[in-house]
């Protein structure tokens, strides 16, 4: 048996290996010995057409600024394989909603650039779900945002809010390019650079870099998805995410219930109740009118069950006419916010308060 301790050996190794390189000279790789992947570039279409408006390539600037986000969007892989996967899950109802409203199928393409189709992505601006609603856009169209529910989560809530949208702004600017200029932009301000420039036409406007590139990314989106294969994106019919199935069903709670009562007494969990209805939020379906989905075939036990869970009244929500809770011991506006169902601001709007101070036997006005 070797009884050489082992770090022995190694060092005996090593300066043998450097006597063997001494002796035989490394031979050096010429330039024409040396290979690499070689990636050709992918050519954008002579032609391209975006909601029946067809892009003026022939002007050198917006050739370049479409091969630029086509580009960058062509070769983002991952990313195209999950825009062609989610596709499938969220296209189908977005398309059928838009031929109900008589506008352009490339409208759907909207929704990938704005939040690649992920329903509860978040901008660092506040812009939230599918359609990247701000909130008071949001409200303006129609869409409920507060403490309690934000239906700006709400896929096709939010994308029937966003349809009407993109039709109004439409209605306002005369052109497609320049709707969709103003969803990124803002109505206002778009209209006050037209007036500033005297100019109505999306391809002159000298506008923010992020609202220029917005408009080819759509342009650059739709090329792609719609000939994936020519640009090296194959994928099998069983590798595209399918549309959820679920129930959706009109409630009216008259108190607030945990949803975690209310997974259970419908056999299924919290986490499917609560992914299924990104909308709300926190623990509690809130008290009010609104829909809810649950899973497919659950929908005709709802209103039993909800019946069935929600608790007797108690003096703790005592109203002494309607419009009113009269505040009981251990009760905070928060508290109240949840258990009513109406946020947090419109309880201070509506009762001129300015803290969160409250007191026993307050009368706390609920509706204007």
């Known amino acids: 048996m ?3 301790p ?10 043998a290996f450097s006597f063997l390189m001494v002796l035989v000279p490394l ?5 024409q010995e040396t290979s690499y992947p070689v990636f050709d570039d992918f050519p954008i279409p002579e032609s391209v057409v975006l909601c029946g408006e067809a892009m003026p390539l022939e002007n050198r600037q917006v050739w370049e600024m479409l091969d630029r986000e086509f580009t960058i969007a062509v070769w983002d892989r991952a990313q195209v394989f999950m825009w062609l996967k989610r596709a499938g899950r969220y296209f189908p109802y977005i398309e059928e909603k838009l031929a109900e409203a008589g506008l352009p199928e490339d409208l759907k393409y909207l929704a990938v650039a704005e939040s690649a189709l992920l329903i509860q992505v978040r901008s660092r601006r506040g812009a939230v779900g599918p359609w990247q609603f701000m909130a008071h856009t949001a409200r303006q169209n129609g869409l409920r945002k507060d403490s309690i529910l934000d239906e700006r989560f709400d896929f096709e809530q939010s994308t029937e809010a966003a349809i009407k949208y993109v039709k109004r702004l439409k209605g306002v600017f005369g052109t497609w390019t320049l709707a969709l200029a103003a969803y990124n932009y803002g109505r206002a301000r778009l209209k006050k650079e037209i007036r500033e420039q005297k100019v109505a036409d999306f391809y002159r406007l000298n506008l923010p870099l992020e609202t220029e590139r917005f408009i080819f990314r759509i342009a650059a989106i739709k090329t792609i998805m719609e000939d994936p294969e020519r640009y090296g994106y194959s994928l099998t019919r069983e590798r595209i995410y399918r549309p959820v199935e679920c129930d959706t069903v009109p ?7 945990h949803m975690r009562d209310v997974a259970c007494a419908l056999d299924t969990d919290f986490k499917v109740l609560k992914e299924l209805n990104p909308h709300i939020s926190g623990y509690h379906l809130p008290a009010g009118r609104y829909t809810i989905k649950v899973p497919p075939g659950l929908g005709s036990r709802v209103a039993t069950l909800l019946g069935q ?5 108690s003096s703790r929500m005592e109203r002494v006419s309607d419009g009113y809770y009269v505040v009981q011991p251990g009760d905070t506006l928060s508290h109240i916010a949840v258990r009513t169902g109406i946020s947090l601001a ?10 969160s101070l409250i007191t026993v036997g307050q009368k706390i006005r609920l509706s204007p």
């Open 2 to 4: 070797c009884t050489v």
């Open 6 to 15: 082992l770090l022995s050996r190694l060092t005996a190794f090593l300066l």
């Open 27 to 31: 031979r050096t790789l010429s330039a």
């Open 251 to 257: 409630v009216r709670v008259s108190t607030p219930l």
């Open 309 to 313: 869970l929600t608790p007797a009244p």
């Open 346 to 355: 419109t309880l201070k709007s509506l009762n001129g308060i300015h803290g």
